[in-house]
């Protein structure tokens, strides 16, 4: 099959289609984190959760039972309801920001995946092509610019409501997001420095990242969790924070803020900062996916091109390049899905952090510890590139 | 009593990390998670309600099929959301229970009102109005919510006591007894 | 063609905002107009090729800095109130900046040192701020004075504000 067509067409066309495939691959994702969330708190707490609404339409279909128990009507049922439900503006909110703060939640949100890539496939030519919105070579960069962007809807929700619970909300996501970025940007440091060693690239880009950690031999097909666990650790705790999610979600701790920084928000508008969590967080974890977990290879020393190629002995189809990126999307997007289950399962264990803790976690242990490891890896680096 | 003062331990390193405590409550967490549900698919499934669980008011006849309210009323006066409107009535002369003083034309409770007190079983001197295990009252409308005295028969049923009071009342009387 | 459509566009909207900064009456207004400047400053970066510079921009400068700014205006003053007018010196002295700065600007146009400068810098192959490693050669072999020295400042600002933050207990005689 031949995708030259696709290339043929004009730019403004090709980037419309791939920013429509975004939200059309992202909103849905989103939307059924947001469903298994409730199904695995619920089964984590010993109940059966949604499990009952379904269409009288549809209900004569044999097996739709499981669709219905797994609560997949109950999500068109909340989606709808958000779309038709009346949206109030309260009195005495500033309006233009109280509007502007959940689009302004949106666009970060989406913007963020169009620089990572999610599977790669070999050309004719035997080379290998990352599958990306906009491959640029300061992707990692990319992603936490823009996506540091995220905070003002925050902030500006808070102070737009004029209230002081999303005030206050506000406040403590702004404190806490400047807070474990520094840590955060800290921690990929190694990595990069490490790919970057004498003789590398020079590059930020994700899709090398990956490369890096598919290279034949011992240390080169290690995941970087492997050889860098403080730094994955840490990321991984700055990117909690980062997503407000448990134990870090002070913005929103609903037994002191009411609902954080959305309290004032309702139906439609609620619902975009509820999807943009969620965007965050899946963006979040394919950039850790990627960093520390080897991208699109199936298991660490075992990249995605051998085990094409092993396959493509037994199935011939399988040396096709479509299949090849088939198998490393449906790879990389398995492991966004575990680290979101891991994201859920952390949130319905662990009780939230008190606001002092988050700071003293944040500025006292977290950024000295990423300052250490970073340190410790610039000498190790120096030291193994003599 | 003397005051004994507990020394509190210091954290060690690990415990300070808190990542021992996460992963110990991450197991159990996990465990829970594939164990099955414990809870009942409520509408379909009903709970075990205990015999002496005080739920919607109700009144009761006893194993000779008489009601025994004798409308005196006292509920109506103890209920301390006046939930309860009794009409009080005679009994036909003709009828099999006619020895007994009176009996209610009309009894309503208005669930919207009551309290679930037991006021009302306590004050009782006929244990004509019991509290029983109906704990869920669902309406559409005010109306609804308002228990007449048909209904409050239906949900009270009989009550297995063998008092008879009012029949060995009347063989008292019938022996030249009156008390 | 396009380019410079877009290059007038972003110009427009750094300079229209920058202007917003001044004359808002509300802080938190002025300090989202910043945001929006600094966006549109990474914006033109993008228009130069120097998509690292842009990224940088927008992570440091919008992300950050802006971010704190606001956080401080809302800690100051919760709904961020109404700037006091203008007082005749600041208009004065403003006015007095900005004739210096048409003024030196049109010595610099005038004597033509733009025009040689700009098209010195399209025979470069690769632009400074485009990748990450032009840009950190540069930084260490060009720059290397001018980086050291404003790092050094940075630090000798850091310093101050640990120095001023903290309460020396025993030592009254310090402040
Ligand atoms: S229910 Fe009992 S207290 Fe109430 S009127 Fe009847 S006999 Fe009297
Ligand atoms: S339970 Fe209490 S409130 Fe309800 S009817 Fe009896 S006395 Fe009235």
Known sequence: ??????????????????????????????????????????????????????????????????????????????????????????????????????????????????????????????????????????????????????????????????????????????????????????????????????????????????????????????????????????????????????PFDMPESESDLVGGFHTEYGAFKWSLFFVAEYCHMIVGSAVFILLFFGGWNPLPWVTLTDSVNALAGVLPFAAHPLFMGALGIAIFLGKILFSIFFFMWVRWTLPRFRYDQVMNIGWKKLLPLSIANLIAYTLGIALLHK | MAVIQVERKPLSLAERTYIPQIIGGLKTTLKHFFQPTVTLQYPEQRPEISKNYRGVPTLVKDPNGREKCVSCQLCEFVCPPKAIRITPGEIPADSPHAHVEKAPQAFDIDMLRCIYCGLCQEVCPEEAIWLQNQFSMTGTSRAEMVNNKARLYELGGTLPDQHFKWDKKKAAEEHGNAH | MSSDILFYLFAVLTTGSALAVVLNKNTVASALSLLISLVGVAALFVLLDAFLLAALMVFVYAGAVVALFLFIVMLLDTYGGDRKPFKKATIVASAFALALLVLGLMTFTRRGSLETSVSAATTEVVPVGASLRAYGEQLFTTYLLPVQIVGFLLLIAMLGVIVLSKKFEGLEDVK
């Open chain 1, 1 to 246: 099959m031949d995708f030259s067509f696709y290339f043929d067409l004009p730019l403004w066309i090709r980037l419309t289609l791939q920013g429509l495939a975004v939200i059309l691959v992202l909103f849905p994702i989103a939307a059924a984190c947001s469903m298994a969330e409730r199904k695995i708190s619920a089964w984590i707490q010993g109940r059966p959760g949604p499990n009952r609404t379904i269409p009288p339409l549809l209900a004569w279909v044999p097996g739709i039972w499981i669709l219905q128990k797994l609560g997949v009507f109950q999500l068109a049922a909340d989606g709808g309801k958000f779309v038709f439900k009346e949206d109030p503006v309260p009195g005495g909110v500033n309006k233009f920001y109280f509007i502007a703060a959940p689009i302004l939640a949106m666009i970060p949100a989406l913007s963020t995946v169009t620089v990572v890539p999610f599977g790669a496939y070999l050309d004719s030519a035997g080379k290998l092509v990352p599958i990306v919105l906009a491959n640029v070579d300061i992707g990692l960069l990319a992603v936490f610019a823009v996506s540091s962007l995220g905070v003002y809807a925050v902030i500006l929700a808070g102070w737009a409501s004029n209230s002081k619970y999303p005030f206050l909300g506000g406040v403590r996501a702004s404190a806490q997001l400047i807070s474990y970025e520094l840590s955060m940007t800290l921690s990929v440091l190694p990595v990069f420095l490490w790919i970057n060693a004498p003789g590398g690239q020079g590059t930020l880009s994700l899709f090398d990242v990956v490369q890096f950690q598919s290279q034949p031999g011992f240390w080169g097909g290690a995941w970087f969790v492997f050889t860098m666990p403080l730094s994955a650790f840490i990321f991984l705790v700055a990117l909690f924070a980062e997503t407000n999610r448990q």
